[in-house]
T-cell receptor, first 111, second 114 residues
């Protein structure tokens, strides 16, 4: 089983749509969780951290379910500029700075 | 825009060549990383340096040799590579404390091994 699993997509949605991405992780002792965004032929950039209580940043909402080892990202009112690959990232417990990346979910927003 | 720079941006090399990738961060961070990103695969962590000391080697073949002379610079020395080593090599940096922290990536070096 992969350490971090994501639906690869692509998700093709019209502008204004709401889209949700899911991610599961295998290590129940994982400590920290993130969503990164990677544009085509660019480097990954942090989109948002994911907290147990859930958190929201504008049109983006992240949720964590530790019992199910499941993370989600909801994007409301999709924009053309949201087209990218969204990477689910998990930090295992203990040790320094180690991040485990999912393979990413590709989103394409069309007019 | 990015505080992490990488050179060269593109590299083509033969299997008998020796080359080096360079990474520099201007963020005052103390941890630096090398990742490999192949097509359709997740980013793979290769090496981690904290305060110039290597703290992680993720079972990387010896044909990849990292060097961290100070907290701002990181190199990846390449020799006798294989075609399957062709990939995007990303450098990242972070503050260097334990726990949750953001990693900032450079633009990457796109490597092709012939």
């Amino acid at each position: 089983r992969k350490e971090v699993e994501q639906d690869p997509g692509p998700f093709n949605v019209p502008e204004g749509a709401t889209v949700a991405f899911n991610c599961t992780y295998s290590n129940s002792a994982s400590q920290s969780f993130f969503w990164y965004r990677q544009d085509c032929r660019k480097e990954p950039k942090l989109l948002m951290s994911v907290y147990s209580s859930g958190n929201e940043d504008g049109r983006f909402t992240a949720q964590l379910n530790r019992a199910s080892q499941y993370i989600s990202l909801l994007i409301r009112d999709s924009k053309l500029s949201d087209s990218a690959t969204y990477l689910c990232v998990v930090a295992p417990s203990g040790g320094y700075n180690k991040l485990i990346f999912g393979a990413g979910t590709r989103l394409a927003v069309h007019p | 825009e990015t505080g992490v720079t990488q050179t060269p941006r593109h590299l083509v090399m033969g299997m008998t060549n020796k080359k080096s990738l360079k990474c520099e961060q201007h963020l005052g961070h103390n941890a630096m990383y090398w990742y490999k990103q192949s097509a359709k695969k997740p980013l793979e962590l290769m090496f981690v340096y904290n305060f110039k000391e290597q703290t992680e080697n993720n079972s990387v073949p010896s044909r990849f040799s990292p060097e961290c002379p100070n907290s701002s610079h990181l190199f990846l020395h390449l020799h006798t590579l294989q075609p399957e080593d062709s990939a995007l090599y990303l450098c990242a940096s972070s503050q260097g404390r334990r726990g949750q922290e953001t990693q900032y990536f450079g633009p990457g070096t796109r490597l092709l091994v012939l």
